[in-house]
């Protein structure tokens, strides 16, 4: 009883995105999409990095040129990306064997995420990074 409430329960997120493309829906733009969101999550998370760094470095090195900083936000953005889409990657698959995922189809597609899901916004990025996971309505 209780995986079925989950079931219908964590619906909403995946079906917000179904009903708006329902007639429209790209593949490759929704796989964009999640590239352009998985780089704006590394770029904040790039910033949080650079503003600790800075912070470290303006007490022992005062004098250091800030262009160091934006030497070292460059460089590690591609790393955040990367680090970002594998825990989407593990979320997704942690998600999918404690059945907080609902599957319908040949091959499984994702027709819900349950409200309770841990990292469930890491999931959402897997699934819109992926839209060959995603269940659509044809």
Known sequence: ???KTRKIAGAHALAQLR??????????RER???RLMLA???????????????????SVYPDLPRWWLLVFGA????????????DAEK?????ASQRF??????PPRVISIANDCPSRWLVLLHIQMHPELR???D
Request: glycine letters at 8%.
């Open 19 to 28: 009903r708006a493309d329902v007639m429209t829906w790209n593949p490759a």
């Open 40 to 58: 704006g999550y590394a770029v904040i998370a790039n910033e949080i990095m650079a503003w600790a760094l800075s912070f470290m470095l303006a």
């Open 91 to 95: 979320a997704y698959k942690r998600a």
């Open 75 to 86: 460089v590690l953005i591609p790393f955040a990306m990367e680090w970002i889409s594998g």
């Open 101 to 106: 995922l609902g599957f319908e189809g040949v």
């Open 135 to 137: 269940w659509r309505e």
């Open 1 to 3: 009883m209780q995986r």
């Open 32 to 34: 964009l999409k999640g």
